[in-house]
């Protein structure tokens, strides 16, 4: 989901291709596997530091604008603080991109996956590789497992939730366009229609000023909503994941980019040599767990 906080937010291995279905759209889908960057012309293709990226010798990499911790740090994408500002250096990295060559671009989250070309090489934001989505543009491999997860104002009625039924009744509230929101209208399933909210930050106010009874975001920005910016909130429980594999947030690029399976391969190696598990672990460290509602 992305959507999130300012935080643990919005808001998951594989390559693959995806279309943003109206607002809502991005429920854990089983992913197929990314096409082999070692193999034939996309290994000549994934010369490092010399892909056909937007600028020659440069790679853009795009994400929201406010970019949420524990994503990124201070709202500077660019200082490699923050899971996915490391995670876009990692990968730049392995592409032959010193930091020096990489460029930041700010782009909206529903407009990344939407339809339509594209101004940036990747874009990192939160954003869960669907089937949906895969119609409008192309995923790197998973780069992140993640779970959605219900945060409540302590002692109101919805932090007593124990189960998925005992959320029918409550007003629910998330970003638009977010896994979040596809949880809240195809699992929960409440009685009343969903708030949406341009932005997670939106989403916080209205959970503050008791407009919703609960808001849902990813699970490591649920943990530092509540640490750091909703600190009279809590976390209720996570959704079980829903279908056969994990929900997975993936790096987007344009549809058909001749960069995917390079993109891809960067990712797949970083999992394989334990890099992606060292950065999560340095800044995701305290998303620890959650009560599961069934």
């Not at 390559?15 to 996309?42: F, M, N, R, W």
């Not at 010193?98 to 990192?124: C, E, L, Y």
């Not at 987007?252 to 001749?258: E, F, H, I, Q, R």
Request: aromatic fraction near 8%.
């Amino acid at each position: 989901m992305h959507p999130a906080p300012r935080a643990l937010r919005r808001a998951v291995s594989a390559a693959t291709i995806a279309l943003l279905a109206t607002a809502v759209g991005c429920a854990p889908q089983p992913e197929d596997k990314a096409a082999d960057p070692s193999s034939g012309s996309a290994a000549k293709s994934c010369a490092p530091g010399k892909l056909a990226t937007k600028t020659t010798g440069k790679l853009t990499i795009a994400t929201d604008e406010p970019a949420y911790e524990p994503w990124f740090k201070d709202d500077k994408p660019a200082n490699g603080k923050g899971f996915e500002s490391a995670v876009a250096y990692a990968v730049a990295e392995r592409l032959g991109y010193g930091r020096g060559a990489v460029v930041w671009q700010s782009v909206p989250f529903n407009k990344a996956f939407a339809p339509g070309a594209k101004t940036f090489d990747f874009d990192i934001n939160q954003v869960s590789i669907s089937a949906e989505r895969k119609k409008a543009v192309d995923f790197s491999s998973g780069y992140y497992d993640v779970r959605q997860a219900v945060i409540a104002l302590k002692g109101g009625k919805a932090a007593r939730a124990t189960s998925i039924a005992d959320l029918r009744n409550l007003k629910l509230g998330a970003q638009v366009g977010t896994t979040s929101l596809d949880y809240i209208t195809d699992v929960v399933k409440p009685k009343q229609q969903a708030a949406v909210y341009a932005k997670n930050d939106q989403a916080k106010s209205a959970l503050k000023n008791g407009q919703v009874d609960a808001v849902v975001t990813d699970l490591p920005t649920a943990f530092y909503i509540t640490s750091a910016e909703v600190t009279d909130a809590r976390i209720v429980g996570q959704f079980e994941n829903q279908g056969a594999a994990p929900e997975q947030f993936g790096l987007v690029l344009d549809k058909g980019s001749a960069l995917t399976s390079c993109v891809s391969g960067a990712v797949d190696a970083l999992r394989k040599d334990g890099t992606l598990a060292r950065i999560e672990k340095q800044w995701l460290s305290d998303a620890v767990d959650a009560p599961v509602l069934k």
